[in-house]
C-alpha cells in the first residue's frame, strides 16, 4: 500500500491478518487411524467415517494454504510492498485489502487471470 494510503487502512489490514492468523493457527490438523479400520468389510458408519476423514483433510489444506497467503501479506507489510499488485505493481485499492487483506493483485489483473482470491 503505497504511502498515499491511510494508515488506518494499514492498520486496518494489519488488525485483519492478524486475527485471522490467530484463528487458524490454534487449529491442528485431526489424525486418523486407518489401520483401526483394516480387515473389516466397509459398512455405513465406515464409509461416513472415511467422508468425514476427507472432508477434514480438505479443509486443514485450505486453512493451510490461507494461513501461508497471510504470513506472505504480513512479510510484504513489513518489507513495505504491501498493496502492490504483483502482476502490474499498481497500487490494490485500500477497499479491495480491507476485504481481502492477503490479496495479491489489483482487481483487473484478477479479472484478467479469471482467479477467485481465497
Same mark, same amino acid.
Given at each position: 500500500m503505497r504511502r498515499s494510503d491511510s494508515k488506518v487502512s494499514l492498520a486496518n489490514c494489519l488488525a485483519l491478518l492478524l486475527a485471522k492468523r490467530a484463528e487458524l493457527l490454534p487449529r491442528r490438523p485431526i489424525k486418523f487411524?486407518?489401520?483401526?479400520?483394516?480387515?473389516?468389510?466397509?459398512?455405513?458408519?465406515?464409509?461416513?467415517?472415511?467422508?468425514?476423514?476427507?472432508?477434514? *483433510?480438505?479443509?486443514?489444506?485450505?486453512?493451510?494454504?490461507?494461513l501461508r497467503r497471510i504470513e506472505a501479506a504480513l512479510e510484504r507489510l513489513d518489507s513495505g510492498q504491501y498493496?502492490?499488485? *504483483?502482476?502490474?505493481?499498481?497500487? *490494490?485499492?485500500?477497499r479491495r485489502l480491507e476485504a481481502i487483506p492477503w490479496a495479491t493483485r489489483c482487481v483487473?489483473?484478477?479479472?484478467?487471470?479469471?482467479?477467485?482470491?481465497?
Open positions: 487411524d486407518s489401520s483401526a479400520h483394516a480387515g473389516h468389510p466397509p459398512n455405513e458408519d465406515q464409509v461416513m467415517l472415511h467422508h468425514d476423514e476427507y472432508v477434514s *483433510i480438505k479443509l486443514s489444506d485450505l486453512e493451510h494454504d490461507q498493496g502492490s499488485c *504483483i502482476e502490474c505493481g499498481g497500487t *490494490i485499492s485500500a483487473q489483473c484478477e479479472d484478467d487471470l479469471g482467479a477467485v482470491p481465497m
